[in-house]
C-alpha cells in the first residue's frame, strides 16, 4: 500500500503497551498531564491523551489550571509531581499563555520524568545518541514508522522541511545519528532556505513539518521518493459540520501519484504521537523501577 497507515501501527503500539502494562505486578506507571487554560485545541489533545493512557493501563491524572497562573504557581505544581514518586511521566501541554516561560516549564521537568522529550537535557542525549533519554514524540514517532514498513534511513538522502526543536531538528539529528534506523545523508531546509524546490527534488524521503498548508507541491518531490506529511492545518471548508478540514503540508493529490510511499493527513503521523508518548510513559516507569 502506498499510503501509510499511521493510525494501525500507533494502535498497534497501543495494543503492545496494553499487553506489557497488564503484567506489571503492583501500581501501573503514571502519567501526569499539566494543562494551563481551556484553549480548545489543547483541551482535546489532553483529552485523547488521557483515554489512550486509560486504554493501555496507564493512570492518567490532570492538573488544570486557569489560565492566570503565575509561573511560580506552575513551578510548585512541577516540583511537586517530581517529587511524588508515584508519577513516572509529567507533560505539560503547549502552548503555553504567553505570560509563561514554556521552555523554562519543560526544564524544571525531572528529566528522568520528562516523556515529552523537550527538557535540554534529553535533548542533549539526542545530540549524544544516549539511548537512555526521552526523545520528543513526532520525531521518535517518523522513525518508528520507518522501522515498522521497513523503510531504511542508510545512506538515504533525507530532506526535512522545519527546523524546530518539537520536529525538524529533531528529526534531523535522529536521522543523521550513527546507528541502526538513522546512518541518513540528512539537508535541513527551513524559511530562509533558498532554491528549496532544487533541493527537495534531490530528496530519497522528504519530511514537511513547516505549518503551511499544502506548500508542498508536486514539482518539488522526486519520482519514488518517500513522502513523510507533519504538518496539520485546519483549512476552511464550509460542508464539514465543524466548517474546517485537517490537511497537512503537503499536497497530497499531487504527491501520491509520484511518491512510492507517503503519510496521509490526517491518519499518518499525527497518531504516532500519542502512542509515542505512551511508549516513553512505560519507559519511564522501567527506568524508574530498574533494580
Ligand atoms: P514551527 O512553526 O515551530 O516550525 C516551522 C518550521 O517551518 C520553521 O523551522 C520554519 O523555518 C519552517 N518554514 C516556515 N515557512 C517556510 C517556508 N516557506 N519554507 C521553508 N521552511 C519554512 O512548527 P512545528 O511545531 O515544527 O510544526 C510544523 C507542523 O507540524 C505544523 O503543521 C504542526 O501542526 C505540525 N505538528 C504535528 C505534530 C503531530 O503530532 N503530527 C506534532 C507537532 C507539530
Redesign the pocket.
Known amino acids: 500500500m502506498k499510503a501509510i497507515d499511521g493510525k494501525k501501527i500507533a494502535s498497534d503500539i497501543v495494543d503492545e503497551l496494553t499487553v506489557s502494562t497488564a503484567s506489571i505486578q503492583g501500581p501501573k506507571p503514571c502519567i501526569a498531564f499539566v494543562r494551563v487554560g481551556e484553549d480548545p485545541a489543547s483541551v482535546s489533545y489532553v483529552r485523547g491523551k488521557n483515554r489512550t493512557a486509560e486504554k493501555i493501563g496507564i493512570t492518567p491524572i490532570l492538573c488544570a489550571f486557569e489560565n492566570s497562573i503565575s509561573q511560580e504557581t506552575l513551578n510548585a505544581k512541577i516540583d511537586a509531581l517530581n517529587a511524588d514518586p508515584s508519577v513516572n511521566g509529567i507533560l505539560v501541554q503547549s502552548p503555553l499563555p504567553s505570560h509563561l516561560d514554556e521552555q523554562s516549564a519543560f526544564n524544571r521537568i525531572d528529566p528522568t520524568k520528562d516523556v515529552d522529550g523537550f527538557h535540554v537535557v534529553n535533548a542533549g542525549r539526542v545530540v549524544q545518541e544516549d539511548a537512555n533519554g526521552f526523545v520528543s514524540c ?1 520525531p521518535a514517532g517518523i522513525i518508528e514508522i520507518c522501522q515498522r514498513e521497513g523503510i531504511s534511513l542508510e545512506g538515504k538522502h533525507v530532506v526535512v ?4 526543536l ?3 531538528k529533531t528529526f534531523a539529528l535522529l536521522a543523521m545519528q550513527n546507528g541502526p534506523q538513522a546512518n541518513a545523508t540528512v539537508t535541513v ?3 530562509r ?1 533558498r532554491n ?1 524546490k532544487e533541493i527537495t527534488r534531490q530528496a530519497d524521503i522528504l519530511v514537511a ?4 498548508p499544502e ?1 508542498v507541491t508536486g514539482d518539488m518531490i522526486k519520482d519514488g521518493a518517500i513522502v513523510i506529511d ?4 485546519r483549512v476552511g471548508d464550509a460542508s464539514k459540520k465543524k466548517g474546517y478540514k485537517l490537511v497537512g ?1 503537503v499536497n497530497f493529490a499531487e504527491a501520491e501519484p509520484i511518491a512510492s510511499r507517503i503519510t496521509p493527513v490526517p491518519g499518518g ?2 497518531p504516532m ?1 500519542v502512542a509515542m508518548l505512551m511508549k516513553n510513559t512505560v519507559k519511564a516507569y522501567e527506568l524508574q523501577n530498574q533494580k
Not at 522541511?161 to 524546530?164: E, P, Q
Not at 507533519?230 to 492545518?233: A, H, W
Open positions: 513526532t522541511i522545519g527546523r524546530s518539537i520536529v525538524g531546509c527551513h524559511s532556505t528549496l513539518a513547516i505549518g503551511r506548500m507533519v504538518g496539520i492545518n503540508d503521523v499525527g504521537t
